[in-house]
């Protein structure tokens, strides 16, 4: 298994240097330097010298990818791509066009995005899996249909229009719980149940109906026939065997989101004030700050990688079948 | 077996009714639910107010917009500002004794008459005493061990309150002076260099100076030592004593006094530039830009940019004397009941970071913020329209308690044409006569009272000419209305029916909106940025409104950095902008007109490129006159001018709606003044009664849904438990 981790950090460094190029290349397609530095300087009283100030200031003053008035490797380290990037692989973001140090950011705004998102994924995918087991067990009836109606239902309806109904029925009619903001330690309680109610609320649909699936699917495999014939009961049957079971295709989608809880919820963050890294980023993608949409590019990526070896790792451990070579 | 099943359910479901009826009854004796902020605050004599933008700079040298003002404003004090209840807006001192009376000097440097002409003055000096006595807020920098720290030190602080004990001392000119020094320093950006460097004798060279020095330090801005400027001088910038400085500037620029009323002009302590200058600090955001140390009424005691702001009063401050005279229905309003009382009232103002409307709108009901502006989405909700006009509050905002103050913006907001542009503009001498009467259709075409009444909801009035209301060249009545566009009539402007509008059109040479020569239509481009779902009504109203003369209109829809670069370029045919007020001056919005600003040419802000020599003459003659008759009298000539050549469609000045609390007092709207919380004060006591109030907690459908979900499990229960007990055959049909 070390083998397969170190090949499959070796691919990540490639697929990252990958990202890095691409979000470079499609951020400077879209803005040049002189467009950044005009966007933080304003719109009043913009002289071409100012902007020239900004940008020597910043680094921006450099050729993108190749610096043809340097001579040998200068002519590619002398560039605002290799400046910008390098320092990136060892964790150093540098500091957002505004001139606020980025790693700084991260660190004062990751523990509000967990704040959120950890308790919304463990309630959600405790639901979730109980819904769709629920289903699973009395399939063919009433409850069973009533409920894929209810989650087709729930896929079709837009997240936001849970958060705006939550805030007004919560929050506005019934005066339960604040209707946005964020304190720091347990007084952060009263302001994330809200949220991550509405959260697990509106995660009910495409999630319950795929495992509910996968537990159906299970429920009709020999070794289950096999355990009921045995005079097991149901709930043991369903606990034991088929949860355990159909565990397995859902860690797949499970595993690999965990690590980017990271990166906060952009719609939920910004609904109920909630300073997390969601909207950090979308905070910065409107403000076209290179420094920033980079650096959460760059972490998402990270992330997403290491929610891949994770899945992987986390197969060998629910399947012994299953070994990484 | 079942009955006795349903036994510990049973319990379990009164437990749980038990503890919902308790907690009803509990919630009736105790505070509200959703109250955001702490109870130990309910009674604290806190304001609290909202923000949306994070502020991107604090330090007054670079801080130019209206969002930081409201920071910066409160914790500096720059020589002068705003009376905040006389109208017309007029400058007061500050930190300073009183306002100076420019000396003017020609050529040979020899004094000359106050009254002396603009031309002949080659040098205007402004010698500015401050009160002694003013104290910086506390502060580490103040402590000089703070100012000569190791790097590990600075890496274990987090916050500015980690670094132990703080100081103050009393504030100099030179600390005035400091600041001007630090608008040149080429590590800061001031936005307002380029301009100073203009005027202020010196500076230009100034910057010069400090960019060798700065490349002695070396390139990297974090590692490099503290550029002290008190070593070096600008001619122009002097220290007389320790309370008096002198500013020399090129000519006649009355308007620098203006200038001085802002944070730009705030005093900066040198030792604050050392102790942010050490290594390290900058990497822990320890910067003038997140911390700033002002003489002002407050102080910033929390920085979050991402959740809330805090501003506590300063301890150091001496205080003022809240005014005493102001408009005649100051009085009447209860806006003179604090007069000669010491300010600031507010002891701590609270801003909280609140990016979407609706929240915030609720928290304002609810009673957690006291003042608030009125969004579109809310504006029936708040204001009712009587049958004079008149806005007035809707009997549910009354019944609150809730106050409406309205005002003009000193806002422009216009849609330009370019004018370098073959078909609108009128660079070209051989189609002007033609372009002028096409620019004119177009402006009547344009309805903009109609835009006001379905956009703005009525919070706007139409625009006469560049100068909004509140800025000495204003004028109201048939004197100022702009003939072009409307008729007198009824004791108002009437706008000119659309026949006229024709007409001008097929006298510019498009009869039906064709061109007469050639007979293709007639089609016009409008640059824009907009392009959201909640723009496309208001973009077809313009092609509408274009339509009625038979003229097509495209809609280029672009992002802004694409947009400025095409009115930089001079790219455009039609595009919309607006433009708030630096200073009540009419040359801080004729100069938006001036030729030699254009856009294309100079990169300046005459962004329609207009270019009229005699327009430029007069404003020439205009910008450096004091109001009086005679001034009024070259802006009216200005007026006709660019009545006749409309190189705008005059749009609207927006009308401010803000709603304050029954608990809140002084609320005067004020456009110009961004200092205005010193002159607030509450009644917190009232506040937390109101908010106890609005905001019982409702928790019937609680205890319903708890039921609910109870009786579900219940069921659920059962079922399965039917399930359990089912046979594949009923024991009466075995054979």
Known sequence: MTAYIVRRILYALVILIGVNIITFWLFFKVNTPDDIARLQLGAKRVTPDAIAKWKAERGYDKPLFFNARAEGAKALTDTIFYEKSVTMFAFEFGRADDGRDIAYEIRTRAPASLALAVPMFIVGLGINISFALLMAMFRATRFDFWGVVYCVAMMSVSSLFFIIAGQYVFSKLWHLVPISGYAEGLSATKFLILPVAIGVFASIGGSTRLYRTIFIEEMARDYVRTARAKGLSELTVLFKHVLKNGMIPILTGVVVVIPSLFTGSLLTESFFGIPGLGSYTIEAIGAQDFGIVRSMVFIGAVLYIIGLVLTDISYTLVDPRVTLE | ?735
């Open chain 2, 1 to 735: 077996m079942l009955h006795r099943s349903l036994h510990p359910i049973c319990n379990r479901l009164s437990v749980v009714a038990l503890a919902a009826t308790l907690a009803c009854l509990c919630a009736g004796c105790g505070e509200a639910w959703n109250n955001p902020y702490s109870a130990l605050e309910a009674a604290d004599n806190t304001l609290y107010t909202s923000f949306t933008e994070r502020p991107k700079h604090l330090d007054p040298a670079q801080s130019y917009t209206s969002d930081e003002a409201e920071f910066t404003a409160q914790v500096y004090q720059p020589p002068f500002q705003y009376h905040y209840l006389k109208r017309p807006y007029a400058l007061i001192p500050d930190a300073a004794a009183a306002l100076p009376k420019p000396r003017y000097f020609d050529k040979a440097g020899r004094e000359l008459a106050a009254d002396a002409r603009a031309a002949d003055i080659a040098s205007s000096v402004y010698e500015i005493r401050i009160k002694p006595g003013l104290r910086f807020a506390p502060h580490p920098a103040f402590v000089a061990a703070n100012r000569a720290l190791a790097r590990d030190v600075i890496d274990r602080k987090f916050k500015l309150a980690d670094f132990g004990e703080s100081g103050s001392r009393d504030l100099t000119a030179a600390d005035y002076v400091y600041e001007i020094k630090r608008l040149a320093h080429p590590r800061v950006n001031s936005p307002i260099f380029g301009h100073m460097a203009d005027y202020i004798v010196g500076l230009k060279d100034y910057g010069e100076t400090l960019k060798a020095e700065v490349r002695k330090l070396g390139a990297d801005k974090s590692k490099a030592a503290w550029l002290d400027l008190r070593k070096f001088d600008i001619s122009g910038v002097k220290v007389i004593d320790s309370h008096t400085y002198s500013v020399t500037v090129i000519g006649k620029y009355p308007q620098f006094l203006y200038w001085m009323a802002m944070p730009f002009f705030a005093p900066i302590p040198w030792e604050a530039d050392q102790f942010y200058a050490q290594p390290g600090m900058v990497e822990k955001n320890f910067s003038l830009d997140w911390y700033p140390v002002g003489t002002g009424p407050y102080m910033l005691t929390e920085n979050n940019p991402n959740a809330r702001m805090v501003l506590a009063r300063n301890p150091n401050y001496r205080g003022e004397p809240y005014p005493s005279e102001g408009e005649a229905t100051d009085r009447a309003d209860g806006m003179l009941d604090d007069a000669g009382k010491t300010m600031p009232f507010i002891d701590r103002i609270v801003f909280v970071r609140e990016k979407e409307q609706i929240p915030y709108w609720n928290k304002f009901l609810q009673g957690y913020y006291d003042k608030s502006g009125i969004a579109s989405d809310n504006f029936d909700q708040a204001i009712k329209s009587g049958s004079d006009g008149e806005s007035g509050l809707t009997p549910e905002m009354e019944a609150r308690g809730i106050k409406l103050r309205t005002s003009l913006a000193t806002t422009s907001y216009y849609l330009s044409f370019n004018w370098l542009d073959p078909v609108v503009g009128g660079s070209d001498p051989t189609t002007a006569e033609r372009t002028r009467k096409l620019r004119q259709a177009l402006s009547i075409a344009m309805d903009f009272e109609e835009f006001i009444s379905i956009f703005l909801n009525g919070r706007a009035i139409p625009a006469q000419g560049p100068i909004p209301p509140g800025i000495f060249g204003f004028k109201d009545g048939q004197g100022s209305m702009n003939p072009v566009v409307y008729d007198w009539k009824d004791n108002g402007p009437r706008r000119k029916s659309i026949d006229a509008a024709r007409k001008l059109l097929a006298e510019a040479g498009y009869p039906g909106g064709r061109d007469a020569k050639s007979g293709e239509p007639l089609v016009l481009y409008l640059d824009t940025t907009d392009r959201g779902p909640g723009d496309k009504a208001r973009l077809d109203w313009y092609r509408k409104q274009l339509a009625e003369i038979s003229v097509q209109l495209e809609i280029r829809t672009t992002d802004w950095n694409r947009f400025q670069e095409k009115i930089r370029k001079g790219n455009t045919q039609l595009f919309f902008l607006g433009w708030n007020a630096d200073y009540p001056d009419p040359e801080n919005f004729l100069f938006l007109l001036y030729g030699p600003n254009g856009a294309a040419k100079a990169d300046g802000e005459n962004k329609a490129n207009y270019a009229n020599p005699e327009f430029d003459a007069l404003f020439e003659q205009m910008k450096n006159m004091d109001n009086g008759p005679e001034r009024q009298a070259v802006i009216d000539k200005i007026s006709t001018l660019l009545h006749q050549d409309a190189p705008w469609i005059w749009g609207f000045h927006p009308k401010s709606f803000g709603l304050s609390h029954a608990w809140m007092k002084n609320g005067k709207p004020n456009q110009m003044a961004n200092n205005g919380l010193k002159y607030q004060r509450i009644d917190a006591a009232l506040r937390a009664q109101k908010r106890t109030e609005w905001n019982h907690p409702v928790l019937w459908p609680f205890v319903l849904l708890v039921i609910v979900l109870a009786l579900l499990a219940w069921l659920g229960v059962r079922a399965w438990r039917r399930s359990e007990a089912a046979v594949a055959v009923a024991p009466g049909q075995r054979a």
